[in-house]
């Protein structure tokens, strides 16, 4: 089920310990995490925030959690 996959921006910006506002900042670089548009509401799938973490961007400076 692909909602099961879908993570919401809150979801993510309590995972990293980041605001909204960076995490929509990095989205507008275009250089981390590209949130999809359905339904008219942002979500971003958990394959690309596992990258995003995997890349090690914010190794050292936050704890992040892990989508089980």
Do not use: C
């Not at 900042?25 to 981390?32: A, D, E, L, P, Q």
């Not at 690309?48 to 090690?56: A, K, P, T, V």
């Amino acid at each position: 089920d692909m909602n099961k996959r879908l993570l919401t921006p809150q979801e993510i910006t309590q995972r990293l310990g980041v605001s909204r506002h960076t995490l929509y900042k990095w989205s507008n670089n275009r250089t981390n995490l590209q949130p999809r548009k359905i339904g008219g509401l942002l979500r971003y799938t958990k394959e690309d925030y596992e990258q995003f973490l995997n890349r090690g961007v914010n190794k050292g400076k936050m704890e992040v959690q892990n989508v089980s």
